[in-house]
């Protein structure tokens, strides 16, 4: 059992019920081990993000006995949409319309569309994935043009700058990016941000979504 699960839990509802919106947690589970996750499973935590494609698919062989919903955070490869496409729930790193034909390419006709979110940069980082905000909304109407995607909303991943109004201006403008967006695409209603140290302060600028994997998981493993 994960004592911190239950605790993590009762802070994102006590943020959640005082934004007034309900809010998804999602176990961020990249470098631990497949265990890791059957332990949380066992607690009732279902929804686990990603950051590799191969380190995920060997993951999903080995808990194949557990119905889990699987989500890619990391930046995609080209060559990886055939994979991301068959073998995932949900894709939260879009960021670019070459893919999304491929995506929709590869995804099989007898599973459920692709869950869909665009990855926006928006602190402009030069080290960070993600589009821009302004192409945001291209990028979504290319996604809603193929029936095997659905487009749920947007990720982002803001600067980790050690001012919170700075972190706070990243996520309202993220909300206010969002809102704007479900004007054209009513179907929106995920807007993924915020982590082990800032989940509270993005729900209450409206994330309905929260990534959190060290203060579920212990720091990463060291690379070996």
Partial sequence: ??????????????????AGHTVRLLAVSKTHAAAAIRDLAAQGQLAFGE???????????ELAGLALEWHLIGPL??????EAA???????????????EPLH???PADAPP???????????EASKSGCAPEAVAA???????????????????????????????AFLRMRTLHDGLRAEHPGMDTLSMGMSDDFELAIACGATMVRIGTALFGARPAPG
């Fill in 51 to 61: 950051n590799r494609v191969q380190e995920a698919l060997a993951k999903q062989h």
């Fill in 139 to 169: 990028l979504a109407r290319a996604v809603t043009a193929f029936p095997r995607l659905r487009l749920r909303g947007l990720m982002a991943i803001p600067e980790p700058h050690p001012d919170p109004a700075h972190r706070r201006a």
């Fill in 1 to 18: 059992m994960n004592p911190s699960y239950t605790q993590i839990r009762a802070r994102i509802d006590t943020a959640a019920q005082a």
């Fill in 86 to 100: 068959r073998h995932f729930d949900w894709l939260q790193s879009l960021d670019r319309e070459k893919l999304v």
């Fill in 114 to 124: 692709l869950n869909v979110l665009i990855q926006v940069n928006v602190d402009g």
């Fill in 105 to 107: 390419r590869f995804r």
């Fill in 77 to 82: 490869q080209s060559n990886k949409c055939r």
